[in-house]
């Protein structure tokens, strides 16, 4: 299906493609490696990092990583930068660039979608791909609406047609605000993920990735972030899908992952592909009151502990919070998190906490981090006094009924109990998930 007109030339062409991979496989940042591939046979340049953004991870309808992707193409102009490889060759980046002819253009978009088309999976539940292209800007509300609510396909649609957007989709429509959104991203304190391909022959084998030598690039590169978890031992870089992808290495700096890749002991790599991303950017995160986090949203709420906690069964650990506007949230600290049911276990009433997470369709408000900003005191559990004349511990005459010295049986009421005050298992401070429980948005904090 075709909407609205092609670009009319007036600058570089923004491409953002979504939707293409299904629950069974297939992989959208694979289907725009397809599209570099296909830009190069074209005589069109990629202009910049192309993006792999992540958008609302609470989406029910999203099939795995909720991703989308979107690259900038024109004429090239200025130093070109290597940022992958298809087929042995290169994939060349330059900093800025001319327009494409229109002409020129529109046969490349025309060829993109064919391309975008054989490289999904099509026909399987779940899967809508769209391409959108535009030679202007989309608003970055776009971006923010989709990395932190629900979005409906009307709204998207009224704003591609006002900007002349090219629009192609295959299904329903759902694919056009991703694709939208990737576009629509200002690129806000980014990180890079370089992401190595498996060839074809070997998709929905078993993946061989050298643990060792993930960990050892971790410790030799302290710019690469979430590529292993130090508590659990598990690498974090290969995915447990029948998807393309071998491994991805996720850095603070471009340069980090290109320069630890070739160090990663591994099966053949087929293609790899240095992508802008959104990750580790918390951006899913605003500060909200607790009343204003709705369903399927996100957000970080400032409040005091109203409820002990209380262990479900699994390792959960339920508390409750009241906000400043006295607004209750019920949190819920799932037990693969490792650290945060740990602390959460530790709350009292009173305690003044910041948290952050999200809600599916109910009112449970999943945790991804907690920061402890004011504690009560804590007070060990009542023991005995000592007696002032013997010095020897007093001993219980039972339940309520005091305490009495064995040696000159001098008696003393209940309320004589002596309670110390206790240093709080954890201390004021911010608390993450163990990195192999964190999402890929999740806020970059220390790995254990």
Request: aromatic share 6%; proline share 9%; with cysteine.
């Amino acid at each position: 299906m075709v909407r609205g007109l092609p670009p009319r030339g007036r600058g570089t062409i923004w491409v953002g493609i979504d939707d293409t991979d299904s629950p069974l496989g297939g992989c959208t940042t694979w289907v725009l490696s397809e599209l570099l591939d296909e830009a190069r046979a074209a005589g069109v340049d990629l202009i910049g990092e192309p993006r792999l953004v992540r958008l609302n991870p609470n989406i029910p309808w999203k099939t795995r990583g909720n991703a989308a992707l979107a690259a900038r193409f024109g004429v090239g102009r200025g130093r070109r930068r290597r940022v992958g490889e298809i087929g042995g060759t290169p994939v060349w980046s330059y900093p800025t660039g001319r327009r494409v002819d229109p002409g020129a253009a529109v046969d490349w978009l025309n060829r993109a979608w064919v391309r975008l088309l054989a490289a999904s999976r099509t026909g399987e539940s779940g899967t809508d791909p769209a391409l959108v292209a535009t030679d202007r800007p989309l608003p970055a509300s776009l971006y923010w609406n989709a990395v932190r609510d629900v979005v409906e396909v009307p709204d998207v649609r009224r704003i591609l047609e006002a900007h002349g957007a090219f629009v192609r989709t295959s299904g329903s429509d759902r694919g056009i605000v991703g694709a939208s959104a990737a576009i629509a991203w200002r690129e806000s304190h980014p990180t890079w993920e370089l992401i190595a391909y498996r060839t074809p022959e070997r998709w929905g084998r078993p993946r061989l990735v050298d643990g060792d030598s993930v960990r050892r690039a971790m410790s030799e590169n302290p710019d690469l972030f979430l590529c292993a978890d130090p508590r659990t031992r598990r690498v974090l870089v290969a995915p447990h899908t029948p998807c393309p992808i071998l491994f991805g290495l996720r850095g603070t700096r471009p340069g980090a992952p290109l320069a630890s890749a070739p160090t990663i002991r591994s099966e053949p790599v087929d293609r790899w592909v240095l992508f802008r991303t959104n990750q580790g950017s918390g951006d899913h995160l605003k500060v909200r009151a607790a009343r204003d986090v709705s369903a399927f949203g996100s957000g970080i709420v400032r409040g005091t502990v109203a409820s002990l906690p209380v262990t479900l069964p699994g390792g959960h650990v339920r508390f409750g919070v009241v906000d400043t506007a006295g607004a209750a949230l019920l949190c819920l600290a799932f037990e693969p998190t490792k650290t945060l049911p740990r602390v959460a276990r530790t709350l009292l009433p009173g305690d003044r906490v910041r948290v952050w997470g999200s809600r599916a369709s109910g009112p449970t408000f999943r945790l991804e981090g907690i920061e402890l900003l004011r504690l009560e005191a804590r007070r060990s559990s009542p023991h005995p006094p000592k007696c002032t004349a013997c010095r020897r511990t007093s001993r219980s005459l039972g339940h309520l009924r005091g305490y009495r010295c064995p040696d000159c049986r001098r008696k003393w009421p209940p309320e004589a109990a002596v309670r110390t005050v206790t240093a709080p298992s954890f201390g004021v401070g911010v608390y993450h998930p163990t990195p192999s429980a964190r999402r890929h948005l999740a806020l970059r904090g220390p790995e254990p």
